[in-house]
């Protein structure tokens, strides 16, 4: 089963740690490709996006819709080991999920979580999308196919984007948008959630003040849980790496992978 993993490297006196960067549902590594791999890139950082298995370009060994989260963290144990260092990882929505299920196992220098899947897992989301639109929900469950809560321009810069995104952009971003694994879905809501007392990590917290998925508190008591940083940007949605100021939010992080002590 192999892999897409979109790299970019820089021209010279690269940092020591490479960068992992783990996309989200309904997502691939292609969320990372326009901004964050060449401008960690151009800071002097070896940077990858993995898609995990069933997601952009990579393959898969079941149907997506069988797919679990563990399946998932062990595509990030094969895109690490395929690294010659260990990196910082830096997952997204259910990428930072994955990530901090990776790390009850295995230790990195360091982990970074962008508005991350809380703790205590995805029930408040779900509740709130089932009120908004219970069409919808109703349709994915009974498909068993998260789709449906993507499948139009509106659901996608709903959930993903602010106001500030431009039609054109959204549109380019949609196209990319696909279908998400039904029982990872279940992992997330109950039966595969965070435990934050095995993992000893340093770690960064990164939420948007505008997202419609996770709120700010659950943020913050997702950073709280691992004794991590926390920071909430303003007037940004839930795909941070895509708004029009995602350049603050890798500045942070580059700032904060430069100040880890070895």
């Not at 948008?177 to 993992?199: C, H, I, R, T, W």
Request: proline share 6%; charged share 25%; aromatic share 10%.
């Amino acid at each position: 089963m192999a892999l897409e993993i979109i790299s970019c490297h820089p021209e010279k006196n690269p940092h020591p740690t490479p960068v992992l960067f783990i996309h989200g549902a309904w997502h691939g590594a292609w969320c990372w490709e326009k901004y964050f791999l060449p401008y960690f890139a151009k800071k002097g950082f070896e940077s990858h996006a993995v898609s995990i298995r069933g997601h952009g370009k990579s393959g898969s060994d079941k149907s997506l819709k069988w797919t679990r989260v563990a399946d998932y963290v062990e595509d990030v144990e094969k895109a690490v080991n395929k690294l010659d260092w260990k990196p910082i990882l830096v997952g997204h929505s259910m990428g930072g999920l994955i990530v901090q299920k990776y790390l009850e196992d295995h230790t990195v220098p360091g982990a970074v979580l962008l508005a991350p899947v809380p703790t205590h897992g995805v029930w408040r989301t779900t509740l709130k999308i089932a009120s908004r639109h219970l069409y919808l929900f109703t349709k994915v469950n009974l498909t068993l196919s998260l789709y449906p809560l993507v499948k139009s321009q509106k659901m996608a810069r709903e959930l993903f984007f602010s106001d500030e995104m431009p039609d054109e952009e959204l549109q380019d971003y949609h196209k990319l948008l696909q279908d998400e694994s039904y029982l990872g879905f279940l992992d997330m809501l109950a039966f595969n959630l965070p435990k934050p007392k095995k993992v000893a990590a340093n770690m960064l917290v990164l939420g948007a003040a505008k997202d419609a998925i996770f709120s700010v508190s659950e943020i913050e008591k997702t950073a709280k849980a691992y004794g991590a940083e926390c920071e909430i940007f303003p007037a940004m949605a839930h795909d941070m790496m895509l708004e029009k100021d995602w350049k603050k939010v890798a500045d942070r992080i580059i700032k904060w992978i430069k100040a880890i002590k070895p």
